[in-house]
């Protein structure tokens, strides 16, 4: 006899029909062998321990705090641990329980259905419907004097048209224009700046046929851009300026609502969280119901957590470590990892050479549930693409 122990990331379908079970078992072990971890807020003492009795009953169990059990203080914070066969036999017989826990049930079951939405969903645009399941490349133009990699490279229409070509023929699936630097300690510009530098490449480049956003927070710039064809708007402030949210729903484009704190200009002098991960994703929540709202349908959104905008190098490698947890929300995530100095800090190059770690970074993020990569750098990250569907397969 032998023993040895098997990788997460083992593909166990597989394993199980090697060793022969039965066909109809083999769905049924697989998923007994996932684990859900799943963190409950505000929750009162009663409530907790009603909670860690049924998830133990279920076969699971529930981390409690140790003043709950003896029903001292005051609400709570919990996490349920559990397949996903345990969390159908709890939330079933948390319906059955009062305090208004079956509110609790049904908005679990609404993240576990959207958690796979994300992953496996669409992103629908003002002309099509994007696929996620395999990751998207979005491939970055940045028509702007002062970007932070390539500020200046592609200021001549010319030379900005010619570069979407490249990418289109490296693999890009989406062209992320840009005509305002959002670096951190950038100076904005003016709308009709923005507009004026757009208005001299954007109709070829939509001419090109691949879907292109614009990278903007003005609804001005996203009307102008909208108008000549572009079909998505990448919005660093997610919706906060007024009448964006408007503007987007109008054209019915697509829309990627990221997260900052504060404005570019400030936002890495103190970033300062009370719970990072909890803080943004509190954040798109908001944005996200904000959004509905105003008439923009969930299936049009992505959300991005913002690596680098209002974060510390510790607080972007927590966020890509993390990136499954913004999978409830529902809508596929879009990351912009690529040069950026939270990997120039730690390997000590500049923007240009870091073209290595930004895909180690970005292999990481997928195994993570990112589904769309906004990038410099587009071959290399077809190519990681093509691996990471290897690996997935499993």
Not at 76 to 96: A, H, M, N, S, Y
Not at 293 to 308: L, S, T
Not at 329 to 335: K, N
């Amino acid at each position: 006899m032998h023993a040895r122990f098997l990788s997460k990331n083992a593909d166990l379908a597989d394993v199980f029909g090697k060793i022969g079970v039965h066909p109809e078992g083999i769905e049924i072990l697989r998923r007994k062998a996932e684990t859900y971890r799943i963190y409950v807020s505000g929750i009162n003492p009663t409530c907790a321990n009603i909670i860690k009795q049924e998830m133990l009953a279920a076969g699971g169990d529930a981390a409690i705090p140790m003043e709950a059990i003896t029903g001292k203080g005051g609400n709570c914070d919990v996490v349920l641990l559990g397949t996903e066969k345990c969390l159908k036999i709890f939330l079933g017989k948390l319906r059955k329980q009062p305090f208004n826990l079956s509110a609790l049930a049904t908005q679990i079951e609404r993240m576990l259905e959207a958690r796979r939405n994300a992953l496996n969903g669409t992103w629908k645009t003002s002309k099509r419907i994007l696929k996620t399941e395999i990751p998207l490349i979005m491939g970055i133009l940045n028509i702007t004097p002062d970007s932070f990699s390539d500020g200046g490279c592609f200021l001549k229409p010319e030379r900005a048209i010619e570069r979407a070509k490249q990418m289109i023929q490296e693999g890009a699936d989406i062209i992320d224009v840009g005509a305002e630097s959002t670096r951190p300690g950038s100076e904005p510009v003016s709308a009709e700046e923005e507009i004026k530098r757009l208005s001299a490449v954007l109709d070829e480049i939509i001419s090109l046929g691949k879907p292109v956003s614009v990278d903007t927070y003005k609804p001005e710039v996203a009307k102008f851009a909208l108008e000549r064809g572009a079909e998505i708007i990448n919005d660093v402030y997610g919706l906060r300026r007024e009448g964006m949210a408007e503007v987007v729903a109008r054209y019915g484009a697509g829309v990627c609502i990221m997260h900052m704190l504060g404005e570019p200009k400030t936002m890495q002098e103190n970033p300062v969280y009370t719970d990072l991960i909890a803080d943004i994703y509190r954040f798109l929540g908001e944005r996200i119901e904000f959004a509905e709202g105003k008439g923009i349908a969930q299936e049009r959104m992505v959300i991005d957590p913002g690596i680098g905008f209002g974060k510390t190098v510790a607080q972007n490698y927590e966020i890509v470590a993390r990136l499954e947890e913004f999978l409830s929300l529902g809508c596929p995530l879009l990351l912009g990892t690529s040069r950026k100095s939270f990997i120039g800090k730690v390997i000590d190059v500049p923007p240009a050479g870091r073209i290595c770690g930004t895909v180690a970074i970005n292999m990481v993020a997928l195994m993570n549930g990112a589904r769309i990569l906004r990038v410099h750098d587009v071959r290399e990250h077809a190519e990681l693409v093509e691996l990471y569907k290897m690996l997935a397969v499993r």
